[in-house]
């Protein structure tokens, strides 16, 4: 079976700050990573996504992933952050292989609020 | 055009009733799905199609049905609402298994 854990459930940070958002998984066969951001009142949108190759992922608005194998995780970084970037953040993860094909688990989420 | 849609945006009714929420997507996927979202924002998969068929079928209660006319629509229908019903349930539709999920906007629904 697959999960998710995001470490963090409420983020503050100040405009213009670094932020990591950080995001492990457990999986017993190869994973695919995906970050997907929510805004307020809003459906989610895929930020980026670790299929393969490069373990470092770039995503929209700035956004960007590492995918590090021996610690299993997909933490999500951002060098300077805007007021915009004030939302949910879920990483999630699919296997390749079985029954959970076409099945994405989502962690509880992580939210960042960006504070002027 | 938006490109997966679903109505209605808001639902409040009572325990008991029978609702549906539909859902239509104009990106020619072949994958459809229903999510819950609950009021801690986790995000669960409840179903999902693919060209029609059922593929995922996660422990839901009976009394959630998904029906799907044809490949651009997924379609959710409830009965005997219960208080615990009460969610944001989002619709998404992807192609290929590995692509990314488009999402709906929601529907928030309000059972008292």
């Known amino acids: 079976a697959q999960s998710v854990t995001q470490l963090d459930s409420q983020v503050p940070v100040f405009e213009e700050a670094p932020v990591e958002l950080r995001c492990n998984y457990s999986s017993s066969v190869s994973v695919y990573l995906f970050w997907y951001v929510q805004y307020p009142n809003q459906g989610l949108q895929l930020l980026l996504k670790?299929?393969?190759?490069?373990?470092l992922v770039k995503g929209i608005n700035g956004f960007e992933a590492e995918f590090n194998k021996s610690q299993t995780s997909f933490h999500l970084r951002k060098p300077s952050v805007h007021i915009s970037d004030t939302a949910e953040y879920f990483c999630?993860?699919?296997?390749?292989?079985?029954?959970?094909?076409?099945?994405?688990?989502f962690g509880k989420g992580t939210l960042l609020t960006v504070n002027p | 055009d938006t490109a997966v849609s679903q109505t209605p945006k808001y639902l409040v009714t009572q325990m008991g009733n029978d609702k549906s929420i539909k859902c239509e997507q104009n990106?020619?996927?072949?994958?459809m799905y229903w999510y819950k979202q609950d009021s801690k924002k986790f995000l669960k998969i409840m179903f999902s199609?693919?060209?029609?068929?059922?593929?995922i079928n996660e422990t839901v209660p009976n009394r959630f049905s998904p029906k799907s006319p044809d490949k651009a629509h997924l379609n959710l229908h409830i009965n005997s609402l219960e208080l615990g019903d009460s969610a944001v349930y989002f619709c998404?539709?992807?192609?290929?298994?590995?692509?990314?999920?488009?999402f709906g906007s929601g529907t928030q629904l309000s059972v008292l």
């Open positions: 998404a539709s992807s192609q290929g298994r590995w692509e990314k999920l488009f």
């Open positions: 199609y693919n060209n029609k068929e059922l593929i």
């Open positions: 990106l020619g996927h072949d994958t």
């Open positions: 670790y299929l393969s190759g490069s373990t």
């Open positions: 999630a993860v699919s296997s390749n292989s079985g029954g959970s094909n076409y099945k994405l688990t």
